[in-house]
């Protein structure tokens, strides 16, 4: 992807007051819940949430998982077990999964559990929040894990601090609104696939320099996808402006002055991949995120190697 051709800035400016939020109920919780994109696990995953929850239970959902391939998401699915999260493969619209967060749950504070137990408490409610970056499922999952047959215990002063807690089971409780957590800045790639999730706001970029960098990212890793949906033909060293125009040619997309519209091709496009008109798409596998920050180190070695030779020209000249 082109470094220079777009330059995003989404950094939130409340992210202290979130952060400080975040860090007062995850206190409150034995459990942290993190939802991602099971199409972009890496990029849609808090960089955070490592420190902020450093001491919790910690349940990995691979969210979206409809969208995403089967076999990527095998290989995400290990990849993150093998970290130590608990990992669960979820579509939250449909509510496959659900049963298992429980369980797992259940299973992270069996010893604890069992502990108190032995010392005389008899109800041992396992508390758990949900969080995620927007737009990745936690209202959807929410809502559907939730169902019609809980009722929220309401506040428990003194306890809870006026936190509202939806009693799922009888020993089960869940804190009833979602950490809404930031999602990662550091690299460029990791914008440009959270843009083409629809995971950060639109407006951020035009649509078809987002809709050419999309046609530059899938190009290169399934360019079937784009060919088979639009009944089109190209070689996948073809520039992605001049696929774009294809795709718009293609669509019968005109400006009034007859020129094909890119605009609107670009932004069907984004609409018919997030919709999953594409066929099942992984934007990103671990061995992407290894190059990724290996590219992004040798950068960085780079800048500090030239500001050194800059600094000591600068002394030479003194
Ligand atoms: N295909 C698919 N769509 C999902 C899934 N989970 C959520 N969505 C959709 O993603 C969008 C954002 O979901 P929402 O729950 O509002 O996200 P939140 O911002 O994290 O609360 C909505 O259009 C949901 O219908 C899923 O597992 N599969
Ligand atoms: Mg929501």
Not at 21 to 42: H, S, T
Not at 85 to 98: D, L, Q, T, Y
Not at 109 to 119: D, T
């Amino acid at each position: 992807m082109n470094e220079n051709k777009t330059n995003i800035n989404w950094y939130p400016g409340h992210m202290t007051k979130t952060r400080r939020m975040m860090e007062e109920n995850i206190a409150l919780v034995d459990i942290v819940i993190e939802l991602v994109d099971a199409r972009i696990p890496y990029s849609s995953k808090n960089p955070d949430l490592d420190i902020l929850a450093k001491n919790k239970h910690r349940i990995l959902l691979l969210n979206k998982c409809d969208l995403a391939e089967d076999n990527a998401t095998d290989i995400w699915q290990e990849y993150f077990e093998k970290q130590g999260f608990r990992v669960i493969r979820m579509n939250a619209v449909k509510g496959s999964g659900m049963a298992q967060v429980t369980d797992a749950a259940r299973e992270l504070m069996k010893e604890k559990i069992e502990k108190l137990k032995a010392r005389g408490r008899i109800n041992v409610p396992i508390r758990s929040m949900i969080v995620g970056i927007p737009n990745v499922g936690k209202s959807t999952f929410i809502n559907k894990y939730v169902g019609k047959t809980t009722a929220k215990t309401g506040d428990k002063p003194g306890v809870t601090r006026g936190k509202q807690w939806i009693k799922l089971k009888k020993d089960f409780e869940l804190l009833d609104t979602p950490g809404i957590l930031w999602p990662k800045f550091e690299d460029q790639q990791v914008g440009l696939k959270l843009a083409f999730t629809g995971a950060i706001n639109d407006d951020i970029l035009d649509a078809e320099t987002m809709g050419i960098a999309f046609i530059d990212h899938m190009v290169a890793r399934n360019a079937d996808c784009i060919r088979n949906r639009y009944q089109i033909a190209f070689d996948t060293i073809e520039e992605p402006h001049v696929i774009l125009r294809q795709i718009a040619e293609a669509r019968g997309f005109k400006q009034k002055g007859g020129e094909p519209d890119l605009e609107r091709a670009a932004k069907i496009l984004l609409d018919e991949f997030r919709g999953g008109k594409l066929g099942r798409l992984t934007l990103e596998l671990p061995e992407d995120i290894d190059t990724m920050l290996e590219e992004k180190a040798a950068r960085e070695a780079e800048k500090t190697a030239e500001d050194k030779k800059r600094k000591q020209n600068f002394k030479k000249k003194k």
